[in-house]
């Protein structure tokens, strides 16, 4: 499946070499209360930015989102997918939260959608200098300096915020998620094909082509 993401979330920014202007004009929340799957698609070219108060002395830490994955109601991939529990309380936050969880010893970030709901983050094209390659989900917390200390913040007013397009909403391809068991032959990992930051590139060929 291909495709362009919604061209409505699209809104204009300062040039983002004012990131301080930018930062005060994140996506609203609005944005995050929608469908998890239209969120995930029109994350893409939006850029996640983390403020050098917060991010510590590098500076500015900005990329812009070419890789995600929704994980929706009724799916058993889904940290909810058996209610509320200590470990996944901020999904329930409401839209636009952001939900660290750790794996294999490496955190990685969502931003919540419906109850229950939300979009991880995989791989963002560096648009500041970032301290390591966001090429992954563990690799982009590291990047961004994120941890379970960050679990259950404010994406729209907190230190880590989604700020809109400011270019034409980008091709993207819609492929199988990866690193799970559960549902994963499901379409909800998005990307930009001609990226070369996306964690793990499909093979878009089709069967007996």
């Given at each position: 499946?291909?495709?362009?993401?919604?061209?409505?979330?699209?809104?204009?920014?300062?040039?983002?070499?004012?990131?301080?202007?930018?930062?005060?004009?994140?996506?609203?929340?609005?944005?995050?209360?929608?469908?998890?799957?239209?969120?995930?698609?029109?994350?893409?070219?939006?850029?996640?930015?983390?403020s050098?108060?917060?991010?510590?002395?590098?500076?500015?830490?900005v990329?812009?989102?070419?890789?995600?994955?929704?994980?929706?109601?009724?799916?058993?991939?889904?940290?909810?997918?058996?209610?509320?529990?200590e470990?996944?309380?901020?999904?329930?936050?409401?839209?636009?939260?952001?939900?660290?969880y750790?794996i294999?010893?490496?955190?990685?970030?969502?931003?919540?959608?419906?109850?229950?709901?939300?979009?991880?983050?995989?791989?963002?094209?560096?648009?500041?200098?970032?301290?390591?390659?966001?090429?992954?989900?563990?690799?982009?917390?590291?990047?961004?300096?994120?941890?379970?200390?960050?679990?259950g913040?404010?994406?729209?007013?907190?230190?880590?915020?989604?700020?809109?397009?400011?270019?034409?909403?980008?091709?993207?391809?819609?492929?199988?998620?990866?690193?799970?068991?559960?549902a994963?032959?499901?379409?909800?990992?998005?990307l930009?094909?001609?990226?070369?930051?996306?964690?793990?590139?499909?093979?878009?060929?089709?069967?007996?082509?």
């Amino acid at each position: 499946m291909t495709g362009r993401s919604d061209p409505s979330a699209v809104r204009k920014v300062r040039p983002h070499a004012n990131w301080r202007g930018s930062f005060e004009r994140p996506l609203p929340r609005s944005f995050f209360a929608r469908p998890t799957a239209r969120v995930a698609r029109d994350l893409l070219g939006c850029y996640l930015a983390r403020s050098p108060e917060d991010g510590g002395p590098e500076g500015w830490r900005v990329g812009r989102v070419v890789e995600t994955e929704a994980y929706v109601a009724n799916d058993p991939a889904n940290h909810a997918a058996r209610g509320m529990t200590e470990r996944n309380r901020s999904m329930f936050l409401g839209p636009g939260h952001v939900y660290i969880y750790r794996i294999h010893q490496v955190h990685c970030a969502n931003l919540t959608t419906a109850p229950g709901q939300a979009v991880l983050l995989r791989a963002v094209e560096p648009v500041t200098p970032l301290p390591s390659a966001p090429r992954g989900p563990g690799l982009l917390c590291r990047a961004f300096g994120l941890e379970r200390t960050q679990d259950g913040a404010d994406a729209v007013r907190g230190e880590l915020r989604v700020l809109p397009r400011d270019q034409a909403p980008p091709q993207f391809v819609a492929v199988p998620r990866v690193g799970i068991r559960l549902a994963s032959e499901r379409r909800l990992r998005f990307l930009v094909p001609t990226s070369p930051w996306v964690s793990k590139r499909p093979s878009l060929r089709r069967k007996g082509a």
